[in-house]
């Protein structure tokens, strides 16, 4: 699995891209990609394995899956080709999800037998719903772009271009709107979300509140405050 870290440039604010294998964040990286083309598990391989290998093999999968999930930092997957099956699982773990219209999603594995392995009985009807993720995966169905937009899979659906990467640049401009923000504030809003939404309204509050006390001595609070002091119009000035 392969992925594109996004940082500011030394001087500029443009984003550097560069490959790793490794999901994890390194120190100075602030924004996470992930290039969506994906059909699944290669069943090639899957069918030679004995029945003792398929369990430690899907639990890796869901292992890499999971540190994608909890990376602190925003992720993004871009869905230009096929997520199939482990691939839209690898997609869901993103914190935003964009397609092409022409691409194509879903959890197939009940057409093999088994169930989805890597996550996504939990994290489809946590994006969609309950009755509407079972719809999908009893049924096996794969969507396009506009049908996944729908039903909120995805939050962007392109027309593909010729260079056939629709979804990327989406993900660029997403990204460069996503940079400059304070990197600690980035870190603890999504955390603040993602537990959030796991407890009741009035623990969830209590997370904000603690979250939010993360902030409150960076020196990236102060400068942002200062920024925008300096940014307001005159008519505003003593208020």
């Known amino acids: 699995m ?3 870290g996004w940082a500011p440039v030394a001087g500029g604010s443009g984003p550097r891209r560069g490959y790793c294998s490794e999901v994890k964040a390194e120190d ?3 924004l996470r990609y992930l290039e969506e083309e994906n059909r699944g598990a290669d069943l090639k391989e899957r069918v030679k394995m004995n029945p003792s290998e398929v369990g430690p ?8 899956i999971n540190e994608i999930a909890n990376l602190p930092v925003p992720t993004i997957a871009a869905i230009d080709g096929l997520a199939l099956g482990g691939g839209l699982e690898l997609a869901l773990a993103c914190d935003i ?12 594995e009940t057409k093999l037998a088994i169930i989805p392995g890597g996550g996504g009985t939990q ?4 994006a969609i719903g309950a009755s509407l993720a079972k719809e999908l995966i009893f049924s096996a169905r794969v969507l396009d772009g ?10 962007h659906v392109l027309e593909q271009n010729q260079e056939g990467d629709a979804a990327y640049r989406k993900a660029l401009d997403l990204a460069r709107e996503f940079l400059p923000q304070g990197p600690v504030a980035m870190r603890v ?7 959030g939404m796991e407890v009741d309204l009035v623990t969830g509050l209590a997370i904000e509140e603690a979250c939010y006390a993360q902030t409150i001595s960076t020196k990236d ?19």
């Open 2 to 4: 392969w992925a594109r």
């Open 28 to 30: 100075e990286l602030r």
């Open 57 to 64: 093999f899907v639990s890796r999968i869901r292992t890499v």
């Open 97 to 108: 999800r964009v397609a092409a219209s022409s691409a194509k999603m879903g959890l197939v």
């Open 123 to 126: 994290r489809l009807p946590r």
């Open 146 to 155: 506009h049908e996944a937009k729908a039903v909120g899979l995805i939050s």
């Open 189 to 195: 809003a999504k955390l603040a979300i993602n537990q």
């Open 221 to 239: 609070r102060l400068e942002g405050l200062l920024a925008f002091k300096e940014k307001r119009s005159p008519r505003y000035k003593g208020e």
